[in-house]
């Protein structure tokens, strides 16, 4: 049931909201159709029972649900622990979610865990490294795999490709699939004062498994902080419609998790998005 | 410590107490955001501690977490879980309190599935709740506030239960003195009909005193009537 409806999102456009908590009523409260899918992080269900699997629950019938997790640490070298990736397997099995996607940073160290998504190296030895972790999770899981491109506010002075390049060779490696993060592109275009639209077109797109839009903030000093407690910006908008023309329909998500505006608002941002894609796919 | 990968520097970094020089420029922002995503979920699951001892004292024990190798969970929402368990063993003086608040949490959170099940009739046989969470405090934790940081001694031991209620998901709490605490371990073990435990529990204690039948009557009937007791087939 849950994997026929998940197959139904490949088969067009679709758009989702980040399932959160503080959202969850106003989103079952929402207009039937409104969004096609929810995406939630394994990381904050995995073992609860209670309030929170009813939750889950509740998400499970009403929508697909596709699992993007936080903490598999995939640029770190610490042993993933057997047992929990047997949890997660059986949870992302139950879920009936078509891929899992993390993020191309560093959590965990030593077991120590940051719970913060920090920037790599980009060297080849690490972009080996990353390939061979994301090949392993994915065996382990069962699942075809994809990875985010995380925004940053410093670089290290190992780095030896820039971002697209980083990516593009982690994904060849391995594989796996891209999860295109647009508002993480365009914050580290940003910061780092590249042209966003040059690095987007040596993104290897053709992988992408799922786009994922944000909003972010502008501190005084001028730095861009990956927040998703903003409004997308146009500028975000339109790395979308550029995008669109090489990745094809895959599943959009917005994510949100601050400054949570009424629900209304976040579903204007959806047809936003719909329209944009209508566009690129359906255009004369 | 040695970390074999470059990026290893970087969590060593945002996490030690005496970090060093950052690894690369702006690398004290994450360090920021490590150190404040701990703060604010600490304070979420303390609240109670965080009025009594301030904002300062939570963050300094944040810092001896980070320094005892803390967190090593994967799970963000567990963090607490792991720094409690952490104060509890480095001998903190307050992890009572901690404690008391994160029982809370742990019924709500507990795997057990409990839809199915319901509280036993009059002569069935009855067992605790699979959720419910029994620990003792040396002293009346419930009763400590910014006011009353420091509990009248003359309150003793305290045995307090939490647990959740099938369907509704209702967390409920009771605070009973030792020997009615003793008297429920039983039922933790074995279902039993309220006279077989009433008698058990009875027989247990060399002395007990004028009134402990009455008071272990009551605590069955409250008990019953909230889910904490609830009927072994369902259970098994």
Sequence with gaps: MQGARIADLDKGLSVGLGFRRALAESLFSAPSGSIDFVELAPENYLGFGGPRRRLLQKAMAKWPVIAHGLALSLGGDDKLDPVYLEELAQFLSDLGTPHYSDHLCIGSAHGRHSHELLPLPRTMSCARHCA????????????????????????????????????????????????????????????????????????????????????????????????????????????????????????????????????????????????????????? | MGFSLPGESLVRFVLDFDPGPPPFPRADLYRGFTRKIHLDILEVAFPRFRSVMGSAALEEMMDSFFRSNGPQTLQYPCVPDEFLAW????????????????????????????????????????????????????????????????????DGPQVYLCWRRPTTDEVARQRVGPLLGRALGILGLKALTREAWLSRALDAESAAPAGAYEALLELHRDLVSREGILRPDDLD
Aim: hydrophobic share 40%; net charge negative; proline share 8%.
């Design chain 1, 132 to 284: 061979e972790r994301v090949d392993g999770v994915s065996r382990a899981l069962g699942l075809p795999m994809a990875v985010e491109h995380v925004s940053a506010y410093g670089s290290w002075p190992e780095d030896e490709l820039d971002e697209a390049d980083f990516v593009t060779e982690v994904v060849e490696r391995s594989g796996c699939g891209l999860l295109l993060d647009l508002n993480n592109l365009y914050v580290n275009a940003r910061n780092f004062e590249f042209d966003p639209y040059e690095m987007l077109n040596r993104m290897p797109l053709e992988a992408t498994l799922q786009i994922h839009m944000a909003g972010h903030e502008r501190r005084p000093d001028g730095l861009r902080v990956d927040t998703h407690s903003e409004a997308i910006l146009d500028e975000v908008y339109a790395l979308l419609a550029e995008a669109l023309k090489r990745t094809g329909p895959v599943p959009i998500l917005i994510e949100r998790d601050g400054h949570f505006p009424p629900i209304e608002e976040l579903l204007v941002e959806v047809e936003q998005i719909r329209r944009i894609a209508n566009g690129v796919f359906f255009a004369g």
């Design chain 2, 87 to 154: 104060a509890s063993s480095s001998g903190c003086p307050d992890h009572d309190l901690l404690n008391y608040e994160r029982a809370a949490v742990r019924a709500e959170r507990h795997p057990a599935e409990l839809d199915h099940l319901r509280a036993p009739g009059e002569g069935e046989r009855g067992r605790l709740n699979p959720t419910i969470d029994v620990f003792v405090a040396e002293r009346a934790v419930h009763r400590i506030t910014p006011e009353t940081p420091q509990p009248p001694t003359s």
